[in-house]
DNA sequence: GGTTTGAAACTTTTT
DNA sequence: GTTTCAAACC
């Protein structure tokens, strides 16, 4: 095989320059994964071992793509290689060697959710008003410290005599140990701690700079400080560092990532290599100059010349609607249209927008058109409550140091240990410097505690048979167990709600995560499956075999290419975002929202449709914006449909609602749909055909006898003992029970 | 100790 | 318009 068949000059340029530092910035659609992947073929064809090999991403589903890409190059021997993302790579590090910065090797690791939890703790300890500061401020903060590695001391001595800064510093502290005491690491934390281990201990330094003797480096124009220094001290000893980026889909400085680690490689790699793929294979030329005229009103920015050899294709498609509600109409038809001419498969299609929020019209208006389609983003899988709470059982069998897991879960089910006394154990626990768990098994040294005992006990006892079952069991037993011992999902099954029943599918999805968990490793163990799952992101779920349009935001959409491409809420306020108009350095902020409108251009193939609306319910207030000005950057002849100017229009208060109502006539039919359902319950309480001591039949429980029905109001509850599942106190109105 | 109700915040983007 | 959180009530 011709490992440079198929390759540009440039792209053999860089896959045959496998020593030293190399920089390769790639634009958008111009090949990089295929020249990555080859250069790892060409490394080993060169008679280096795969396990000298490490290639670092930001997501998981790109590191599975290149996974997957060179396991079919290269077959046997591509396991070997790492490929993993940053906080991946970092956790199995950690998971080896952390015990020498003084964690437990089982951390826990804490998403957004946890984080906001743990801080709310500390903002009470230390008396601080949440109102006038809240969790996100302070979590930034300490965000973006960390990011640059400042630890809580040097932010401490750092403040001198600014107070918001020493409030800040206070926090910080306070906060990293709680951390330390639950064993338990943020994401920020999973780098700056493999960056300290590495740092402090030569010899675990030592064993990865021999072990990764060639690094890859993908989206580098989204590393930060810490990933940085990260990737610079793994590729110390050889220096064989290899970088891919496009300093023009840098849309991640909000998260800390640095432009100046791409913008200046070659200063901090005085011998690097640079090479530019500038041809692009994946979009027409209309599209492709569409971004380039967008893209040219940034500074700064390295200069490239991005062109291609394909077809000229279709102008990019601009239209302006009345309301929001239209525009996600147009897109539903539009798609449908083109679907059924047979021009489009519905997984050709993807809708791009900047805020999840604007999601939900389009997903109304896709279910009304019978479209299938796939929300990335929003809401994680992850951090829904009931996968949550089986999550925390897990987290305590597998990290008894970890409190907000214990905590989370010691009162569900309910087992009558409310807040009053999860804080008097919680502040004995603390008096002794222990975790809350182990407060837990000693409640009777504590005389004003000891009444607890009873109530705690059959908890402690639970979590300690699970662990010492675990081994039989498996991830996924242990998940079964835990449903069917704490009758977690038979609660649900009684609530009888259309909520409740999309809990226990949410439940039943997790369940079959973690049995395709255990298939596909051998050595799978609790604290890998929850590793996985704490790193997971929404986007790593897509799957391109099945049949749908994908929905999401455009950060979300980075890497990813589609032959048709819809960008709504093309509006100035929504994108840009109001808060980057307004912001104090707005034209830096402008410049990142404008790279995120060239990532977003560019992920289209052959046809790009941005559309806006001239009024958007945001809020629940209706807003009105001028077409973007990104719009406007398109040179005129390259789009199809009018810019019109629009006048910024301002109602006043009283005639605010009026205009909406016309434009968007939806609102006024939902709200009597939405009271003609409440009149119905209220009607089936008085229908009740059965009472107490009559046989009844219900659709899941099977036949029983009806103990008691109480008036609870607005509805009756009815206590039924069933034949074969026991005794069951549920509403009649939800309980579609029939006497027999 | 648990449940219900009403107010308040939320919306920029995420590993 | 929706979700989350605390106070008031049971």
Redesign the pocket.
């Known amino acids: 095989m011709n490992l440079l068949e198929n390759l540009n000059p440039e792209q053999q340029r860089a896959v045959m320059t496998t020593e030293g530092p190399l920089l390769i910035l790639a634009g958008a659609g111009s090949g990089k994964t295929r020249v990555l992947v080859h250069r790892v073929a060409n490394l080993m064809a060169n008679g280096v071992e795969p396990y000298h090999i490490m290639a670092i991403t930001?997501?998981?589903k790109a590191a599975g793509e290149m996974r997957e890409r060179i396991n079919n190059l290269i077959g046997t021997g591509a396991e070997q290689i790492w490929v993993a993302?940053?906080?991946?790579s970092c956790v199995r590090i950690l998971r080896r060697y952390g015990d020498r910065i003084g964690y437990g090797t089982n951390f826990s690791i804490y998403?957004?959710d946890d984080t906001?939890t743990v801080m709310?703790e500390v903002l009470k300890k230390l008396n601080i008003d949440?109102?006038k500061f809240?969790e996100?401020y302070f979590l930034n903060a300490i965000?973006s410290a960390k990011n640059e590695m400042i630890t809580a001391e040097e932010y401490a001595l750092s403040c001198g005599s600014d107070l918001a800064k020493s409030r800040i510093a206070g926090v910080y502290r306070e906060y990293q140990a709680r951390m330390r005491a639950n064993n338990a690491m943020d994401?920020?934390d999973l780098l700056v701690e493999c960056v300290n281990l590495l740092k402090q201990d030569p010899e675990v330094l030592n064993f990865y700079q021999t072990k990764f003797q060639y690094i890859m480096v993908d989206e580098y124009q989204d590393t930060n400080t810490v990933q940085f220094e990260l990737v610079r001290l793994l590729a110390g000893g050889r220096q064989n560092l290899c970088v891919v980026g496009d300093d023009d889909q840098s849309?991640?400085k909000?998260?800390g990532a640095n432009i100046y680690n791409i913008l200046n490689f070659e200063k901090h790699f005085p011998d690097a290599t640079v090479i530019k793929l500038e041809q692009n294979y994946r979009s027409t030329k209309a599209i492709l100059d569409a971004a380039n005229g967008v893209i040219h009103n940034n500074e700064g920015r390295k200069e490239k010349a991005l062109w291609t050899q394909n077809e000229q294709g279709e102008r990019v498609k601009f239209k302006q609607f009345d309301s929001a509600y239209e525009e996600a109409q147009f897109i539903a038809m539009d798609i449908n249209s083109k679907v059924r001419k047979g021009t489009y498969d519905y997984k050709d299609c993807a809708v791009l927008y900047?805020?999840?929020?604007q999601s939900?019209l389009l997903e109304e208006k896709f279910i009304v058109e019978n479209i299938p389609y796939k929300i990335?983003?929003?809401?994680?899988f992850y951090s829904r409550?009931e996968v949550k709470d089986i999550l925390a059982y897990l987290k305590t069998v597998d990290n008894a140091q970890d409190d907000l897991a214990v905590r989370r879960i010691i009162?569900v089910p309910?087992?009558?240990?409310?807040?009053?006394?999860i804080d008097r154990v919680s502040d004995y626990a603390a008096a002794l410097n222990m975790p809350f768990f182990d407060a837990l098994m000693q409640l009777q040294m504590d005389p004003a505690l000891k009444k607890?005992e009873k109530k705690v006990e059959p908890f402690v006892l639970f979590i300690q048979l699970m662990r010492s079952q675990l081994p039989d069991l498996g991830v996924a037993g242990l998940i079964r167990e835990i449903i069917d011992q704490t009758g977690y999902e038979a609660e649900l099954e009684a609530e009888g709600t259309d909520e409740a029943a999309a809990r226990i599918e949410n439940i039943e999805e997790f369940y079959s995560k973690a049995v395709s968990y255990e298939e596909e490793h051998e050595d799978a163990t609790l604290g890998g499956f929850l590793e996985e799952v704490a790193?997971i992101?929404?986007?790593?779920s897509l799957d391109d075999s099945e049949d749908y349009v994908v929905l999401?935001?455009?950060?979300?959409a980075k890497g990813l290419e589609f032959p048709n491409v819809y960008m709504a809420g093309m509006e100035d306020g929504l994108f840009p975002?109001?808060?980057?108009i307004t912001?104090d350095d707005s034209v830096a902020?402008i410049e990142?929202?404008r790279r995120?409108c060239y990532v977003g251009i560019t992920r289209a193939m052959k046809q790009l449709t941005m559309t806006s609306a001239k009024a958007r319910?945001?809020?629940?207030?209706t807003q009105y914006g001028a077409v973007s000005r990104f719009v406007k950057e398109i040179p005129s002849d390259l789009l199809d449909g009018e810019v019109y100017e629009q006048k910024q229009r301002f109602f006043p208060d009283f005639l605010d609602d009026a205009p909406t109502q016309k434009i968007n006539p939806i609102?006024t039919q939902?709200?009597p749909m939405a009271a003609a359902k409440n009149f119905g319950t209220k009607i089936e309480k008085k229908a009740l055909d059965y009472g107490e001591g009559d046989r009844v039949k219900h659709p899941k429980f099977g036949e029983g006898e009806v103990i008691s029905v109480i008036d609870?109001g607005?509805d009756y509850e009815v206590t039924v003992e069933f034949d074969n599942v026991g005794r069951k106190k549920m509403f009649a109105s939800f309980a579609k029970m029939t006497k027999i």
């Open positions: 930001f997501t998981n993302t940053f906080h991946s998403d957004t906001k709310k949440t109102k809240k996100r965000s994401f920020d849309i991640y909000f998260r900047r805020t999840n929020a939900r990335v983003g929003g809401v994680n409550k009162n309910k087992r009558g240990i409310g807040q009053t006394s607890l790193l992101a929404d986007i790593d999401m935001t455009l950060h979300a975002s109001y808060m980057s912001a902020e990142e929202e995120l319910m945001v809020r629940g207030e609102f939902k709200k609870g607005r």
